[in-house]
Structures are given as structure tokens and as C-alpha cells.
């Protein structure tokens, strides 16, 4: 994983978290708990509490939302706060899903953690493109992080989610003894989610801004490449043609 990419995860965790005060909870619990399921596993002393959350365009909505009512923001400082919630979920080129493991017992293995995840769209699974490598090491007590799975189809370029009308997630029973090698399954409908949803906004606008300028580096790297290649052939078909009015005068 890329180095920045798990500064931000770990200076940022608080933002994927939610500790919404019990009033406003009471306007957008129903919303964040539809996102953010949780399993519970006991056995003989030990427990273990899996909490994964799918970044629907209603969860981040609710979530800036509740967070702003919270900590009595302005609309520049909610705006700020979505953008740099954009910015780490990636949601233009990723689906971002939350994991938090919470276990106190038998310790958890997880390790490589994209070999226990899968996301299943329709009838197919993908595992995670990166993820929060934290998430490799054995865990006791509380553990978050982020996992990335592709949006789009590799081949044809085709947005994954188009026409899907659930989603799933599966974690590995055998992550631990206390599963008892039961397999976590956590399942949302997913009808008219759209993370176009979210382009609205002063943090949309700089978080397309951002990815555009990105892409036009991207453009420019590409296209300088393009030219010295273009420039060596050139310089190839010179040399080629001189030798060929060369060998006419002969």
C-alpha cells in the first residue's frame, strides 16, 4: 500500500468513525446503522464484535451531516469535512468498505487480509485492489481499517455496481477461534445508490478539481512519452530516408 494512502488512514480514522451525540442520533442513527452492521461471536469468555460499513452516498451524507449538528459547524466546515472525507475513501475509483474488529480473545490472524475479505456484486467476488495493511498483523482488543475494492471492470471499463441490486461482503471464519470457522456475511441493498450523488457541494467540486488535475499529470506524462517516441522514430525514418538518396545517386 502507498505510503500516503495509510498516513491518511491512520490520521484520519476519526473521520470513517462516527461518535454522533444522542441528539443527533436520534435524526440520523437509522441512516448509519442501515450502513454499518456489526456481527457478535462468544465463546467460552471470549468475544469478538466485527463492524463493517458500506460508504453508501447516504451514509457519507448522514454522516457529514450528524457530525456537523455535533460539532455545531458552519456550511464551509461541513463542506471541508466531506471533502476530506472524499478524498479518502477515493469513491471515484474505489468502493471503500470499513472494517472494525473488536476481540477479546484467541487472537485474530488475518494476515494477508485481502486472502479472508471478498465483496460479492450479483455472482461474482472481487478482493480487495489495497487496503489497511494494520489490518495484517494479530489483533487483540480494538482494530480498524480501510479495504479497496474495485468499481469498475477491468476489461470492458464497466462501473461494477451498474444495475446491482445488493451487495455483500464475506469475512473468513477462520480468522480466529471464536468464529468457530463460521463465515461473516454482512449484505445491503443497494437499489439507487449512486456516488454521483455526492457531486453536489463546494467538497465534490475540489475533490473532481483534485482527480482532474491528476489525470491531466497523468495526460501530460503519457503524451511526453509519446513525443520522444515519436521523436526517435522520426529521427530513425531521417537517417533511413538520407541513406535511401544515397544509394539512388549511386
Given at each position: ?90 469513491l471515484e475509483e474505489f468502493i471503500p468498505v470499513l472494517f472494525e ?78 468464529t468457530a470457522g463460521k463465515d461473516i456475511q454482512f449484505v445491503w ?62
Amino acid at each position: 500500500m502507498k505510503k500516503w494512502i495509510l498516513c491518511a488512514l491512520l490520521s484520519l480514522s476519526c473521520l470513517l468513525v462516527p461518535s454522533v451525540s444522542l441528539a443527533a442520533a436520534s435524526k440520523y442513527d437509522s441512516i448509519l446503522q442501515k450502513w454499518s452492521q456489526y456481527r457478535e461471536f462468544k465463546d467460552q469468555g471470549a468475544s469478538l464484535t466485527v463492524h463493517v460499513t458500506y460508504y453508501s452516498a447516504e451514509y457519507i451524507e448522514a454522516l457529514c451531516d450528524a457530525e456537523a449538528e455535533k460539532n455545531l459547524w458552519t456550511a464551509n466546515e461541513r463542506e471541508d469535512y466531506k471533502y476530506t472525507l472524499l478524498q479518502t475513501l477515493r469513491l471515484e475509483e474505489f468502493i471503500p468498505v470499513l472494517f472494525e474488529f473488536e476481540n477479546y480473545g484467541p487472537s485474530l490472524h488475518m494476515a494477508p487480509f485481502d486472502s479472508f475479505v471478498t465483496l460479492r456484486i450479483g455472482n461474482k467476488d472481487y478482493k480487495p485492489v489495497e487496503y489497511d495493511t494494520r489490518l495484517n498483523f494479530k489483533l487483540q482488543g480494538k482494530r480498524d481499517g480501510l479495504a479497496f475494492f474495485p468499481r469498475y471492470d477491468e476489461k470492458s471499463g464497466k462501473p461494477l455496481l451498474e444495475g446491482a441490486k445488493m451487495v455483500r461482503v464475506d469475512i473468513s471464519g477462520s480468522i480466529g477461534d471464536t468464529t468457530a470457522g463460521k463465515d461473516i456475511q454482512f449484505v445491503w441493498n443497494i437499489p439507487g445508490d449512486d456516488s454521483k450523488q455526492l457531486a453536489a457541494g463546494r467538497a465534490a467540486a475540489r475533490a473532481e478539481a483534485d482527480r482532474l488535475i491528476k489525470r491531466m499529470a497523468k495526460l501530460r506524462t503519457d503524451k511526453q512519452k509519446l513525443d520522444e517516441q515519436l521523436a526517435a522514430l522520426q529521427t530513425e525514418i531521417d537517417t533511413i530516408q538520407a541513406r535511401l538518396d544515397e544509394l539512388q545517386k549511386l
